[in-house]
């Protein structure tokens, strides 16, 4: 009798360690979507372009929102115009919060450049056009949804659910993320956070992977200052500040910093070569490979200047300043460098390397000002339980896809997370190639369908992680 109790004993507890989430109702995601589509319509037309930003306004909409569901909600504002959403929904606090980040602020326009005007969120051919759609307001009206689902479901929780929408991401995140940290962070601590940075890429109609961000480069925006005699332009002078600049610049334009690989950009590209036909696949598996790494590093470097970017620290030229009249030689001149540092990149050295490869005492490198750089921290583990979860959702909603862990070669606020100890990872919508191009462009856009499949998507990762076991 006792080893028949046992027996039972040991086959419940093993049922109950290998439970899953007491989610049992099947969500109607095409409802899910629908509702959102509708909240996502609403967020663009309220122009949160930045400069001035004005996410208050945005934020007292989706406020608006959540108080019809009963859900508490509060905003958070450094300055009256620039406010912060947090919304909560408790767990019984078995494990610590997962937070829900998007950004509300957008950046400007061309309006002479759209075919359509950016800020009434137009439907035509199944997709939805404005700015901000695809960066960042659909991954507002994503996380919003999931957390009115999962509210409206009464679904017990083993943790809260944390929405910030935030103030500033785009340049000005005092008034975001930094002040969210530094101030209020009581209000977001997580342990887990679900941001920006992640695609879904579509191509001839088919989804090829799930991009799952798990670090990214880190912004140093370092200036080039020559400096020489000025006069006049009918007597050239040696020392001409211009010369000496397009020089420097162009030795820094030919530089190619050295590889560095690491635990996600090493397992994205051979993910990448599982999925990729052998031309490519050959590419990707011998990356690091000591002898045919050389020829594969220029490939990419002509052929891919994304997969390009995430192998090293990338330096871009971007603006060049000097001069003001056709017959005066001008006494200095500058130029502005984009460079994405790895996260682990020693900047003292690097620098230190540049002043080298210039070698020129008429040039000066001046780094960015102290307290404006983003932290840098590890990436984010590759086998934590919302990583699983994440690919778990992800074999759900797209069976036989892959998820590639990604280092985004751009920037978020999941840096100052991470800084914190979050591990944060960065999702999106289904998008193209095409889609892609026109983030920050003209005639910016997602799919309808595409940002159904997302939102179910994140709703799956995180009841994954989230729903009472």
Not at 335 to 362: S, V
């Amino acid at each position: 009798m006792r080893q028949t109790l046992l027996a039972l004993f040991l086959v419940c507890s093993a049922a109950i360690a290998g439970a899953e989430p007491q989610n049992t109702a099947n969500p109607d995601f095409n409802k899910a979507r629908d509702e959102a589509i509708q909240i996502l319509q609403g967020l663009i037309r309220i122009d949160t372009s930045n400069p001035p930003g004005n996410e208050t306004k945005a934020a007292q909409y989706l406020k608006g929102i959540l108080d019809k569901e009963g859900i508490p909600s509060e905003i958070i504002a450094l300055e009256p115009a620039r406010g912060n959403l947090v919304a909560r929904i408790k767990g019984n606090g078995k494990a610590k919060p997962l937070l829900l980040i998007a950004h509300l602020d957008v950046v400007g326009v061309e309006r002479e450049k759209w075919t359509m005007d950016p800020f009434a969120a137009t439907i035509k051919d199944g997709y939805l056009y404005g700015r901000g759609v695809f960066d960042d307001k659909s991954n507002v009206a994503a996380a919003l949804q999931v957390m009115l689902m999962l509210h409206r479901s009464k679904t017990p929780l083993d943790r809260d659910i944390i929405l910030l929408a935030e103030a500033g991401e785009e340049g000005t995140s005092s008034v975001g993320i930094d002040f969210m940290v530094s101030k209020h962070w009581d209000k977001i601590e997580a342990e887990f956070a679900i941001n920006e940075g992640g695609w879904i890429l579509e191509e001839a109609g088919k989804v090829r992977y799930v991009a799952v961000t798990t670090t990214e480069k880190v912004p140093n925006t370092t200036k080039l200052v020559a400096k020489g005699s000025s006069g006049h332009g009918s007597m050239p002078r040696m020392d001409n500040a211009i010369v000496h600049l397009a020089a420097a610049v162009a030795k820094v334009g030919e530089f190619q910093p050295p590889m560095r690989l690491n635990e996600t950009t090493r397992t994205f590209f051979k993910r990448l070569a599982s999925i990729s036909a052998p031309s490519e696949a050959i590419l990707y598996s011998n990356v690091e490979d000591p002898v045919s790494g050389k020829v594969v590093e220029e490939t990419l470097r002509r052929s891919n200047v994304m997969l390009n970017s995430m192998l090293r620290t990338s330096i871009s030229p971007n603006i060049f300043n000097g001069g003001f009249r056709s017959n005066v030689i001008p006494g200095s001149a500058e130029a502005t460098l984009d460079i994405r540092a790895l996260p682990d990149e020693d900047m003292g050295e690097f620098y230190a390397t540049l002043k080298r490869i210039i070698n020129d005492p008429a040039i000066e490198i001046v780094p960015p000002a102290a307290g404006t750089v983003r932290p840098t921290s590890a990436p984010s583990r590759l086998d934590s339980v919302l990583f699983q979860s994440i690919e778990k959702a992800q074999a759900a909603v797209f069976p036989g896809v892959v998820t590639l862990p990604v280092m985004f070669t751009a920037a978020t606020d999941s840096a100052q997370l991470r800084a914190k100890g979050v591990q944060a990872y960065g999702l999106g919508s289904v998008l193209s190639e095409e889609d892609r191009a026109r983030m920050h462009g003209n005639d910016e856009r997602l799919s309808v369908q595409g940002i159904g499949k997302f939102i179910e998507l994140m709703y799956r990762a995180v009841a994954g992680i989230a729903v009472a076991r």
